[in-house]
């Protein structure tokens, strides 16, 4: 299982990005969809998740800013994020904790590339 990232870039305060992340292989289904980011010098921490019936949860710190949502055909997640702050800049990386491929082996903790947002003040 491969997943994807992209959509990250530099943009300043106040300013929107939308993020995508696509799931690759041989996929049968995946429950949950997470984004994690990690700021220089700080631990990773969950940004949001969402389930495959579109149940979402997010960190304090963006609520009401960022919004998860996901396309089960297309095995994507994607992560909008409004009135961006400085302290949004980090490596934003997406996690699937566990994938059920085709052939009923589950795949656990599967993690893209990430993706580098940078927010100016």
């Known amino acids: 299982v491969q997943l994807q990232a992209s959509g990250g870039g530099l943009v300043q305060a106040g300013g929107s990005l939308r993020l995508s992340c696509a799931a690759s292989?041989?996929?049968?289904?995946?429950?949950?969809m997470n984004w994690y980011r990690q700021a220089p010098g700080k631990q990773r921490e969950l940004v949001a998740g969402i389930t495959s019936g579109g149940r979402t949860n997010y960190a304090d710190s963006v609520k009401g800013r960022f919004t998860i949502s996901r396309d089960n055909a297309k095995n994507t997640v994607y992560l909008q994020m409004n009135s961006l702050k400085p302290e949004d800049t980090a490596v934003y990386y997406c996690?699937?904790?566990?994938?059920?491929?085709?052939?009923?082996?589950?795949?656990?903790?599967?993690w893209g590339q990430g993706t580098l947002v940078t927010v100016s003040s």
């Open positions: 996690n699937v904790p566990s994938v059920i491929l085709t052939t009923w082996r589950t795949v656990y903790d599967c």
């Open positions: 292989g041989s996929i049968f289904s995946i429950n949950t």
